[in-house]
């Protein structure tokens, strides 16, 4: 063990060259962990480092609420599960439902019976057998009569009841406590909040559906830096403990007073690019808004830098198994990324994980 902690000690002392080129074969790179990204271009300027949160966008996410009271029979979805509108979400056992189908086919009853009499009363009113009164006292009675048809079958349909099971209940005129609770978008199941055989009350939460893509930043910022944060302000931001991943955001508004437990004023960024990966809500942030007049420059993440002496190095990818070690000379930093003034270009690759294993293989004499 002593031995190897002072072979290592060596091998930490000892530089790496430019232009030095590491060879890996593919199973070796998927074993170290290695992990290449394109430098991109990026922009520096005046910036206020800040820390925030990924949060769903509003208009997003819709709560599914039961309507009736009752217990829930069955469920046909689980997070993470994508819906189409209309779907039948969950179906609940309600002994109002029962009274809603009843009062509907009894409403059915009395608006025919209504319209009997009514076509009755015209035939008679021809032949002089009932009055001018009496007429318009049925039509009255067929008016009032539909109108509460009308009314009970609305309930049913604002209720989950489709038109094919209100004709399949005017057919069969059989009732039943099963009350459907569909979806009233298309979306993804994000979260459950009850369980089959629960006993729910009326407007209780059932699930959350909504759009996991539409996420968010929510920044915090002094109170003496958020007045330099306007509308359209540029945020750059990597998710915390994980540096090589890299992304960006525009300012959008920020929220007028000082939140009393941060003591932070919140501002609300859109994401604009986060390098091909998903961010989920929840997830913690660190980054920099640029405030003053900026500039666009080529940029690599922190994580691809490996400071030497006075001078920094990346590993450059200049084939399918081989790496150059490439001085560079950097710039300014906005929080994830450094300005890189000369060593790479736009769009070649540099090595973001795996680094410190490269420059062991380098300073072990194992390099090309």
Known sequence: MKTLSVLMFVFAALPVTAGEVVTLDAQSQTRAGIVVRPVLERSFGEQIRVIGQVVRAPGSTL???????????????APGDPVRSGMVLTEL???????????????????????????????????????????????????????????????????GVGNDAI??????????????????????????????????QAYEPLMVLGDPQR????????????????????VEFVPVGRPHLTGRATVVSRVPQVDKETRTVKVRARILDVGGVSFFPGVFIEGTVTTGEAHTAPSVPESAVIRLGAGDVVFV???????????????LFNGSRYEVRSGVGLNEEVVVQGVFFLKSVAVSGEAE
């Open 63 to 77: 709560t599914v609420k039961s309507v009736l009271a009752g217990q829930v029979e069955t469920i046909n979805v």
């Open 215 to 234: 996420v968010e930043l929510m920044l915090q910022i002094p109170p003496d830096q958020a007045a330099e944060v306007a509308a359209g302000s540029l």
């Open 317 to 331: 990818r200049t084939g399918p198994a081989t790496f150059e070690a490439r001085p560079v000379e950097l710039g």
């Open 167 to 200: 004709g399949h209940l005017e057919q069969t005129r059989t009732t039943s406590h099963r009350m459907p609770v569909a979806a009233p978008l298309d979306g993804v199941v994000l979260e459950m909040m009850v369980q089959q055989h629960q006993w729910v």
């Open 93 to 159: 056992h309600s002994h109002e439902m029962l009274g809603m189908q009843g009062d509907f086919l009894m409403a059915g009853d009395r608006a025919r019976l209504a319209q009997s009499r009514l076509d009755a009363g015209r035939e008679l009113y021809d032949l002089d057998g009932i009055s001018r009164i009496e007429l318009e006292t049925r039509e009255q009675e067929a008016f009032a009569a539909q109108l509460e048809l009308d009314r009970a079958r609305a309930e049913l349909v604002n209720h």
